[in-house]
């Protein structure tokens, strides 16, 4: 047989018997098929070296001397034939070399992905009673790694990384489950380690194939079919079948799918849709309810919708109250967020006689989150459409829910072996508030009535008891009382804002006001959150609308006057977002901004704030430029920049047509008390359409009617009193058509005041205005003149200081010195310095001259006009 057919030969005798040694289970057959290979490899290497020997005479001795060199080395080479034992040991000692240096470098990440793959070859290798020890050491020192990491992190400052604190997360839980089998043998482990390793018992090693857990229960020949007609199939064409033994199982592989790409979420609902159905204990039920509200808020995370729909809002809703119902059922049993997960999915947890069995949950955040996604979805609906007002609606079933998880953390609590804080507590009894606070007493009265009445009458609340539900303002006031006793600062401060809120929406502004400044909320306001600004805002302007309901016009101006001044109403209130030209706004914070807004329902209509304060500012800025108009002496005072601007705007016009909307009204109604007409500009305010909005509006117009007749008669005064020596009270009655008795004491209170230099004769019932000092048109201007020119002079003086930093005068040298040198040196005497210091000197020198020869030309000019004004002035006296 030539050489090519016999390396053939040994090569695939060679080849197959490894495929025996790896894939069979006798040892023994192993050893011996081992010898064959070697002694048919000798042989080989027999009948080669032979006929190489004969077949190479022809070859010079150069060739023969280099293939028996390669011969040779073939030779010396050994052959290590491994059995299926030690190779896997081998393939598990490289994954423990690879997870002990990933150790070192404190790498969780590669951790993870090893331990993983350790699992699976100790899978392959199974053992009478126990693993293999380098594996027992293996997982024990992770454990103590692990534990020695999560310390340190405690009280380092210096963070993890997003991917090693994922590692490190999913370690965790890895280690707790997989350790909890292998417990007995850490034991031995760790109390003697280098015993235990050094043990020569001898591990017996069965290769066996791996299994896979089936995620479900396939049973074959069992067909369920639907109304359909049809039925579930799962892989490989077989009916899949639910049962209540395989709850755990389904449940433990939808929670490990959550957030991982690729995951079908509706058919994980559809899954858990009928769990619920085939659950058959209270535990399993609770477990399947809560895993199943989960995935349903997880249906709008990742995704293009920026809201839950309805219909799964809808779903998540019923399945809340189910729950409630289940734990209100089964007092044995309590969901809380700290309490451990139950390991063991083949059996349910069997609580004993008296115990309470907790369940890893929370039922506070369900609440929180059902809420939120109504919000989100109210912020996205548009308000003028029926739709918004079918979402609506479903406030009304979201209170009961709250109302309900509310009595039963109140249960929790009672419970002293449970240990709870009043955190869970006061973030429902705050959701509470925030859904009564900005509403009227009567329709609160029905949202708590309705609610009730779905609370079995069992079932009482401590904090707010069902018979309490009729007194609205008593309601408010526990709610918030109890948030001050038992919440921290952001959470107190919102429920006193929410409190002082509903003071003013319903007309109790005495006590809201108190409440406020009491509160000093404004001093340090812009340390809280945005959400809480925004409340703060929208209970101050609540507050400056009760004054305005209240008669209090100049309190009413001087709180709104705020945010109204600012031009930002929208923004402030997050009622819209303000898009300017020239903003710099990043998409993040417009995105940001857009979910702080507030649905329209709970809106504070912006038109009826800006009448408001318009005519606030008209009833107290006409006034005073009649005041300062007719006393030029008088330092002029502005109340409202905003109202000024938007009447010197009107007044330039050239025609003004009819009003057409609330600011024309005012501004035209303003034109009209200047000038005394007082019925014209009464009748302009009443137009407004906006009035009908507010609760009482005859009552409003009536008020506001009354004070325009008082306010035309201080403006009348103040614009006539210099040509007047004495004028009757009945004549100003009759004018104004009020009473002479309100007249006297309008003329009264404006001479205490000092704002009319007059005195009252009660006997002939007449007003004596005391003649003063009267200044002409010209001296009035000429003193306008003198201010100005005053003004100008202090301006350019504060200008030369800042230019000269303080050393105007600095120049003013006697001879005897110069300037301070440059490079060159300091320079003494006249100028001496070295080099390029004198030129320098010389420069700066020449700057401060021009700068002070204009600054003294400029005061010479101003103070020739002073003397000029003060030469008039002496002239015209």
């Not at 890895?174 to 043990?199: G, L, P, T, V």
């Amino acid at each position: 047989m030539s050489r090519f057919f016999t390396q053939g030969d040994s090569s695939s005798e060679s080849s197959s018997s490894d495929e025996e040694e790896l894939y069979s289970d006798n040892e023994a057959e192993q050893k011996s098929e081992a010898e064959e290979s070697e002694e048919e490899e000798a042989s080989e290497e027999e009948e080669s070296s032979s006929s190489d020997e004969g077949g190479k005479s022809g070859a010079s001795k150069f060739l023969r001397e280099a293939a028996s060199s390669d011969e040779s080395e073939d030779e010396d080479k050994i052959h290590v034939v491994k059995s299926a034992k030690d190779k896997r040991l081998e393939e598990l000692e490289g994954v423990v070399k690879i997870i002990d240096n990933a150790v070192k470098i404190n790498d969780w990440s590669t951790i993870a992905t090893e331990f993983d793959k350790l699992n699976r070859q100790v899978t392959k290798i199974t053992t009478s009673d126990k693993a293999p020890k380098i594996y027992i050491k293996t997982i024990s020192d992770l454990e103590d790694f692990m534990n020695e990491t999560i310390a340190k992190q405690k009280v380092s400052t210096r963070k993890m990384n997003a991917t090693n604190a994922r590692g490190l997360n999913a370690m965790k839980q890895k280690i707790k489950r997989n350790n909890k089998d292998h417990q007995a043998e850490i034991d031995k482990f760790r109390e003697d380690k280098f015993e235990y390793m050094m043990s020569e018992e001898e591990e017996d090693v069965v290769p066996v194939e791996k299994t896979k857990k089936s995620k479900a229960v396939y049973m074959e020949g069992i067909d369920i079919r639907d109304d359909e007609g049809f039925s579930t199939v799962g892989r490989g064409g077989k009916t899949l079948q639910y049962t209540p033994e395989s709850i755990l199982k389904q449940l433990r592989s939808i929670v490990e799918s959550r957030g991982k790409k690729n995951t079908d979420r509706a058919e994980q609902i559809r899954v858990m849709e009928k769990l619920r159905e085939v659950a058959d204990t209270p535990y399993r039920t609770i477990r399947v309810l809560l895993t199943l509200i989960s995935t349903r808020f997880d249906l709008t995370t990742g995704s293009t919708a920026t809201f839950m729909s309805q219909d799964n809002w809808t779903s998540a809703e019923h399945e809340f109250a189910d729950l409630l119902e289940e734990l209100e059922a089964n007092r044995n049993m309590v969901v809380l967020e700290n309490a451990e997960e139950w390991e063991d999915d083949e059996k349910p947890p069997q609580p004993a006689a008296g115990e309470t069995l907790k369940i890893p949950g929370s039922v506070v955040s369900v609440v929180e989150r059902l809420d939120d996604e109504l919000t989100r979805s109210l912020q996205h609906i548009d308000p003028h459409t029926a739709e918004y007002i079918d979402r609506l609606k479903d406030e009304q079933a979201l209170y009961n829910n709250i109302l309900r998880a509310l009595l039963y953390v109140e249960n929790l609590k009672k419970d002293a072996k449970l240990e709870l804080t009043d955190d869970g507590a006061n973030r429902v009894v705050m959701r509470r508030l925030e859904h009564v606070y900005f509403k009227p007493a009567q329709v609160v009265h029905v949202l708590e009535e309705t609610a009730w009445k779905k609370v079995p009458s069992k079932f009482d609340s401590d904090i707010t008891p069902r018979t309490n539900d009729a007194d609205i303002d008593s309601l408010v006031q526990t709610l918030s009382t109890y948030l001050f006793k038992h919440s921290a600062d952001i959470i107190r401060a919102n429920a006193y804002l929410c409190q002082v809120y509903y003071f003013a929406l319903h007309d109790q502004y005495y006590k809201a006001r108190d409440m406020l400044l009491m509160s000093h909320l404004q001093e340090a306001i812009g340390n809280f959150p945005v959400k809480t600004q925004i409340l703060f805002n929208r209970t101050l302007v609540q507050v400056g609308l009760c004054a305005f309901r209240a008669n209090l016009i100049y309190e009413s101006q001087n709180t709104l006057q705020e945010i109204c001044g600012s031009g930002r109403q929208k923004e402030l209130l997050a009622q819209g977002v303000m898009i300017q030209r020239y903003s710099q706004v990043t998409p993040e914070q417009e995105r940001l901004e857009r979910q702080r807004q507030l649905p329209f329902h709970m809106h504070i209509n912006l038109e009826l704030l800006e009448c408001v304060y318009l005519t606030c500012s008209m009833l107290l800025e006409i006034p005073l430029l009649a005041h300062t108009g007719s006393s030029p002496d008088i330092k002029k005072r502005i109340i409202s920049k905003t109202y000024r601007r938007l009447l010197e705007f009107h007044e330039r016009q050239i025609f003004t047509g009819p009003p057409e909307n609330t600011r024309d009204h005012v501004m035209q109604a303003s034109r009209a008390l200047a000038a005394g007409e007082w019925k014209k500009s009464a009748q302009l305010i009443n137009d407004i359409k906006i009035w009908e909005l507010m609760a009482e509006p005859e009552k409003i117009k009536a008020m506001l009617s009354a004070r325009v007749q008082e306010e035309g008669l201080r403006t009348y005064l103040f614009t006539y009193a210099p040509f007047y020596d004495t004028l009757a009270v009945s004549t100003l009655a009759s004018m104004f058509e009020l009473s002479e008795r309100k007249v006297a004491a309008l003329v009264s209170k404006m001479i205490s005041h000092e704002e009319l230099a007059a005195a009252l004769d009660q006997v002939n019932s007449a007003i004596i205005f005391r003649k003063g000092v009267e200044l002409s048109r010209l001296q009035s201007l000429a003193l306008t003149l003198s201010d100005k020119a005053s003004g100008l002079i202090e301006a350019n003086e504060r200008t030369l200081e800042q230019r000269t930093q303080g050393t105007a005068n600095a120049f003013e040298r006697q001879g005897g010195q110069g300037g301070r040198g440059g490079r060159g040196g300091r320079g003494r005497g006249k100028g001496r310095g070295g080099g390029e210091g004198v030129i320098v000197a010389d420069q700066g020198r020449e700057e401060d001259s021009n700068l002070v020869a204009v600054h003294l030309v400029e005061r010479s000019k101003l103070e020739r006009s002073m003397f000029f004004i003060f030469l008039l002035l002496q002239r015209a006296t």
